[in-house]
C-alpha cells in the first residue's frame, strides 16, 4: 500500500479499462513494468453510468497479479451495498461517487474503518459544494474530466476551475486529500491538471495504448 506518498507526490494511474481483457494479471504487470504507481480500476454496473465493466472479480485478479495499489472507482448506484464484496477483493482504495444512492458519510465510515483509504468523486456537472461536507474525511477527491461511462473521452477543460477550488479548500482548512482526475488524460492535459492542483492522473487509452507505454507514463509524469 503506497500510504507514504502526499498531495505533493505525483501518482499515475493507468485505468484497466484500456487494457486487453485476455490477459489481465500480464497487462497490471506490464503497467508496473512500465513505471505505474497505481492501477485504476472503473468498476460500472450499467445503471449509475450507461456501461458495464467489471466487479469484484477483477479487482481480486489485479490484486493476484501485483502488489501494485489498487485504485477501486466505484461508478455504480448502490456502492453501500457491494462495498464489502470489493473490501474482500483486495482494493486499497476505495472511491464512492456522491451523486450515488447511498449515506455517504456511513459509507466513507466503512471503508476507513475496514482498513482502506477513501475517496469521493463528482462528476463535471456536479458542483464542489456537494463534497464539501466530507472533505475532511477522506484521502482522495476525484474530479472526473469526462462524463463517466465510456474511455477515450476528450478531456473537458471547464473542470480545472473545480479542481482549482478543491485545492485551495484543501489549503486554507489544512487537509491533505490527493485530488485525482479521470478522463481524457494525457500529457498535455495532464499539465493543465497538474497546474490547478491535481496530483493523481489517471489514463487509460493513452497509456495502455501507447505505443511504448514508460515512455507514455513518464510523459504524464513530467508534463
Not at 55 to 75: C, K, Q, W, Y
Not at 154 to 164: D, G, Q, R, S, Y
Amino acid at each position: 500500500m503506497n500510504a507514504r506518498q502526499t498531495y505533493h507526490d505525483r501518482v499515475i494511474a493507468p485505468s484497466l479499462l484500456a487494457a486487453d481483457f485476455a490477459d489481465i494479471g500480464g497487462e497490471v504487470r506490464r503497467a508496473v513494468g512500465a513505471g505505474a504507481d497505481w492501477m485504476h480500476l472503473d468498476v460500472m454496473d450499467g445503471h449509475f453510468v450507461d456501461n458495464i465493466s467489471f466487479g469484484p472479480e477483477v479487482v481480486a485478479t489485479a490484486n493476484r497479479a501485483s502488489g501494485i495499489f489498487l485504485d477501486t472507482h466505484l461508478m455504480i448506484s448502490r456502492p453501500d451495498h457491494y462495498l464489502q464484496r470489493f473490501i474482500d477483493a483486495g482494493a486499497d482504495l476505495i472511491t464512492v461517487h456522491v451523486e450515488a444512492e447511498h449515506d455517504v458519510a456511513e459509507t466513507l465510515r466503512r471503508i476507513r474503518e475496514a482498513g482502506l483509504q477513501a475517496g469521493l468523486a463528482l462528476n463535471p456537472a456536479t458542483p464542489l459544494d456537494a463534497v464539501r461536507p466530507f472533505l475532511g474525511r477522506i484521502d482522495l477527491l476525484l474530479c472526473m474530466t469526462v462524463v463517466p461511462g465510456f474511455g477515450g473521452q476528450a478531456f473537458m477543460p471547464e473542470v480545472l476551475e473545480k479542481i482549482a477550488a478543491a485545492a485551495r479548500v484543501r489549503e486554507n482548512d489544512k487537509l491533505s486529500y490527493h485530488i485525482e482526475v479521470d478522463g481524457g488524460i494525457d500529457a498535455a492535459s495532464a499539465a493543465r491538471c497538474y497546474q490547478a492542483g491535481a496530483n493523481v492522473m489517471v489514463a487509460g487509452s493513452s497509456t495502455f495504448r501507447a505505443p511504448d507505454m514508460a515512455e507514455a507514463i513518464a510523459a504524464i509524469r513530467r508534463a
